[in-house]
């Protein structure tokens, strides 16, 4: 088996070993061989699983920053997803907040520095019990300016006591999110270099 023509299939195609074998006729243990045999790294299978999701490449691009307002907002962003994002989720970069103008700015992060494509965000909205969903569905989706199509299906939580948070979460809790398990650990390690910062 040659050299170049399991590096283009392997490595350019993104085929699997298995599909390889497939396309070639010959068994998975044949073109696993060859991998090792020409030392071609072998994916991991949650590697493997993202390059079949991704058949393109990453749904993103990295934006080298080239002016001031370029690193105002990555390290708005990044301050936003240190603070407010979940960071447990490994599978997608979540931020959730009661400010609509946070959450845009998130969003405007995400587009402008990552080049997320507007499609590809969604929504999740949670509401005490004593508030009106629709109502609430009705203030976000008028104040990011998105569709109700992109909000999943709305939480609804018991009802906590009077206060300045009541005050606050009127309109309930959004959390903006995009599922990309390469892009939230870009993210995170991103995060992980300003924790060096002293």
């Known amino acids: 088996m040659e050299q170049s023509l399991l590096e283009e299939l392997y490595v350019g195609e993104k085929l699997s070993a298995h599909e390889i074998a497939l396309r070639l006729r010959c068994s998975d243990n044949k073109v696993n061989y060859w991998l090792a045999r020409y030392v071609i790294p072998k994916r991991s299978i949650s590697d493997a699983i ?50 609509p103008d946070l959450i845009k700015i998130f969003v405007k992060f ?54 300045t948070y009541r005050e606050k979460t009127k309109h309930g809790v959004v959390t903006v999110y995009v599922s990309n398990t390469k892009l939230r650990n870009l993210l995170v390690g991103e995060i992980e270099k300003l924790k060096v910062i002293r």
């Open 50 to 99: 993202y390059a079949r999701s991704n058949p393109t490449g990453d749904p993103f691009k990295v934006k080298i920053p080239a002016s001031a307002a370029d690193f105002f907002l990555l390290g708005m962003g990044l301050g936003l997803y240190w603070g407010e994002g979940n960071k447990r989720n490994l599978t997608a970069v979540r931020v959730g907040n009661t400010d």
């Open 110 to 163: 995400l587009e402008e520095m990552y080049g997320v494509e507007k499609r590809k965000f969604r929504f999740w909205l949670q509401v005490f019990s004593d508030m009106n969903p629709q109502a609430a569905l009705r203030f976000w989706t008028r104040a990011l300016k998105v569709p109700a199509s992109k909000f999943g299906k709305i939480t609804i939580t018991p009802a906590r006591g009077a206060g």
